[in-house]
């Protein structure tokens, strides 16, 4: 079965880095686009970024300066760099995946990993 396992998060202060990963394993990597989500304490789960089987990449206006998305297809693994870490970046990161092109909505994924706490002080 398809299974996406997230891992890397932690308490960062403002201004810091860090990495969140997420191996697959269950389907052929190569073929699905790998997407992260963020979700917030009362807030709705929104999209941070996407990479396709290509390389081809796509990232919300919200961090699309700050934040790198790649993806490693020997290891089936996807990774979220984020740089310049701000408070309102503090939610629980999702990695998704489907089997098709980039996509920016989460109907679109029909499987998830269980999240990854990231925490940014201030």
């Known amino acids: 079965q398809v299974q996406l396992v997230e891992s890397g998060g932690d308490v960062v202060q403002a201004g810091g880095s860090l990495r969140v990963s997420c191996a697959a394993s269950g389907l052929v990597f190569r073929l699905y686009a790998m997407g992260w989500f963020r979700q917030a304490p009362g807030k709705e789960r929104e999209f941070v970024a996407v990479?396709?089987?290509?390389?081809?990449?796509m990232l919300a206006d919200s961090v699309k300066d700050r934040f790198a998305v790649s993806r490693d297809n020997a290891k089936t693994t996807v990774y979220l760099q984020m740089n310049n870490l701000k408070p309102e970046d503090t939610a629980v990161y999702y990695c998704?995946?489907?089997?098709?092109?980039?996509?920016?909505?989460?109907?679109?994924?029909?499987?998830w990993g269980q999240g990854t706490q990231v925490t940014v002080s201030s």
């Open positions: 990479i396709a089987g290509s390389g081809i990449k």
């Open positions: 998704a995946a489907r089997g098709g092109g980039l996509s920016f909505s989460e109907d679109d994924y029909p499987f």
